[in-house]
């Protein structure tokens, strides 16, 4: 059974860096792009990027300035930094796998995360 | 950025009927377009992929259909458990998008 999960703080404040982790079992970590993604309430899925399991990495332009991924395949884990955040920046993000050509088959419940002072 | 647009924006039906919507690409992405269903306060969940292609698990109440720039998702025998906000996503190339929504209600 393939899981995964999201961590993090909910409540994150202006121009601070927000740092998520997800976490991975059921599934082994190659052949597979792990993906965050978010949303806000009322509002279609935006993606915000992905990270092979060789650490390549692509994101969504609107965002790249202020993202970075990481992978830590020995303990089944991806994370995401997104620096300088906004209000904007609050959202339900969801961390989830992309398989073949990409679909995304596999996603965590989601975090709200909140920018607020 | 491949802009998804999808009609109608909400669509209500009865139970046991047929519904259709349909999901249009800014260009041509071949078959490469997937359909989710989200249900409030859960993350989507995957219907079809490579716009026709039932996904493991899925009922076969589903069936995605088209290519080039017009998709559509066509749901059977309507049930209660179908309400949902039904989302279309390319693939085709970066960034990956999705479209706007349609709202089913019954």
């Known amino acids: 059974q393939v899981q995964l999960q999201e961590s993090g703080p909910g409540l994150v404040k202006p121009s601070e860096t927000l740092s998520l982790t997800c976490s991975v079992s059921?599934?082994?970590?190659?052949?597979?792009?792990w993906t965050w993604i978010r949303q806000t309430p009322g509002e279609r899925p935006e993606w915000i990027g992905h990270?092979?399991?060789?650490?390549?990495?692509n994101y969504n332009p609107f965002l790249e300035s202020r993202v970075t991924m990481s992978l830590d395949s020995s303990r089944y884990q991806f994370s995401l930094k997104l620096r300088s955040v906004t209000a904007a920046d609050t959202a339900v993000y969801y961390c989830?796998?992309?398989?073949?050509?990409?679909?995304?088959?596999?996603w965590g419940p989601g975090i709200l995360l909140t920018v607020s002072s | 950025d491949i802009q998804m647009t999808q009609s109608p924006p909400s669509l209500s039906a009865s139970v046991g009927d047929r519904v259709t919507i349909t999901c249009q690409a800014s260009?041509?992405?071949?078959?490469?377009l997937n359909w989710y269903q989200q249900k409030p306060g859960k993350p989507p969940k995957v219907l079809i992929y490579?716009?026709?292609s039932l996904e493991i698990g899925v009922t076969l109440k589903f069936r995605g259909s088209g290519s080039g720039t017009h998709f559509t998702l066509t749901i059977n025998s309507l049930q209660p458990e179908d309400v949902a906000t039904y989302y279309c996503?390319?693939?085709?190339?970066?960034?990956?998008?999705f479209g706007q929504g349609t709202r089913l209600e019954i």
């Open positions: 989830a796998r992309g398989r073949g050509q990409i679909v995304f088959d596999y």
């Open positions: 059921g599934a082994p970590i190659s052949d597979y792009l």
């Open positions: 990270i092979s399991h060789s650490g390549s990495t």
């Open positions: 260009q041509d992405i071949s078959d490469s």
């Open positions: 490579d716009a026709s």
């Open positions: 996503q390319q693939y085709d190339s970066l960034p990956y998008t």
